[in-house]
């Protein structure tokens, strides 16, 4: 059975580490004039951190997935620390997922308590902090999500601009960071910049990997083997459902234990029904006319759709803060999921990723 678009797409996002980027030379920056990578900078306010001597928006060109001449922004954290005679040494930090929209981006929100703890460890150790918010967050175009080519570029641009306006105040040496979906870019960062003398390697925190395998193995009962490995006539998601209604029913547990576990399973798998949804907007960077709802059930495909917003400039990111967060994708799939199973006869698989056109 052919793959739908969104399936191929998050699997050759990953394959792509061991293809495109295999050619580490100047095409990898076709569009891009290297001598003018750095555009301007402003000064960040929204947020602190404490070991942070200055933090910048930094604004730079890079070539998109187009092949074409876009603008990307990063934040610059310089630190307090003396400044080596030699320069400072940089590590670039690649956030997780966050959503498609420019509202999403790092540097138009308060800076991630994750990141700032790491940050804050940085900066009290003299490293400067690059952390780019990746093609099309924060400026024009869409944020092709999970597209490593994309994401490792957005890196190296950032550093080239940086190292070209900070000149000796740097030393040249850097490494990469990155957590999720910033692991997945902090392994494409390392095969982009293998020729790169002053790359000195590269930390993933569970690098965004197979998404497309994670959600057949929950919805596709093919995947769901018993202990003799053999398909159970049940998906994971449903037999996890089933399980709780079953001691509901029998009052092994109370119907408030119930619900709470149903609301775990829903919010598990809410959080993946948006991250679907984010690399299907992510597709129609390249691919404009791509229908990101053609994988959802009609109900999850308009929540799915907000993803990318009328524009793609304007999706709804992941999640929000109280008190917006009823407003954040992985919420909004939730509350669907947990309406649609108000009815007692209604399956959770049945809702959210329609397997016969996912596959």
């Not at 798998?269 to 991250?275: D, G, I, Q, S, T």
């Amino acid at each position: 059975m052919k793959r739908s678009k969104i399936a191929l797409a998050i699997t050759l996002s990953i394959s792509a580490l061991f293809l495109t980027a295999c050619n580490d030379d100047d095409d990898d920056y076709t569009g891009i004039d290297t001598n003018k990578a750095y555009v301007s900078e402003s000064n960040y306010a929204i947020d602190k951190v404490d070991n942070a001597s200055s933090i910048k928006v930094m604004t730079y060109n890079m070539a998109n997935v187009q092949g074409k001449t876009a603008t990307a922004t990063a934040m610059v954290l310089f630190p307090k620390a003396t400044q080596p005679k030699d320069g400072y040494r940089v590590v670039v930090w690649e956030h997780g997922t966050v959503g498609v929209g420019d509202g999403c981006a790092p540097s138009k929100n308060a800076i991630n308590p994750r990141f700032k703890i790491l940050a804050e460890s940085l900066l009290a150790a003299g490293y400067v902090i690059v952390a780019p918010d990746y093609e099309g967050l924060g400026t024009p175009g869409v944020h092709p999500y999970l597209n490593l080519s994309s994401e490792a570029k957005s890196a190296l641009a950032a550093v080239k601009a940086v190292k070209e306006h900070y000149g000796a105040q740097l030393k040249g040496d850097w490494m990469s960071i990155g957590q999720s979906q910033g692991g997945h870019a902090s392994l494409g960062t390392a095969e982009f910049a293998n020729t790169d003398a002053s790359y000195k390697g590269a930390v993933a925190g569970a690098p965004a990997s197979s998404l497309g395998t994670i959600i057949q193995i929950y919805i596709d009962p093919q995947f769901n083997l018993d202990s003799n490995g053999k398909p159970k006539e049940v998906n994971k998601l449903d037999e996890n459902l089933l399980q709780v209604r079953y001691a509901v029913a029998n009052k092994l547990i109370t119907e408030a234990e119930g619900q709470a576990m149903i609301d775990q399973i829903a919010d598990g798998y809410a959080e993946l029904l948006a991250y679907a949804a984010l690399a299907s907007a992510g597709i129609k960077a390249q691919q404009p006319d791509y229908d990101l709802k053609a994988i959802f059930t009609s109900g999850a495909g308009d929540i799915a759709e907000l993803a990318y917003g009328r524009t793609g400039d304007d999706g709804a990111c992941l999640s929000y803060p109280t008190p917006d967060n009823a407003n954040g994708l992985q919420a909004k799939f939730k509350a669907g999921i947990l309406a649609y199973l108000a009815d007692p006869t209604h399956q959770i698989a049945q809702y959210g990723i329609d397997l016969s056109k996912f596959k």
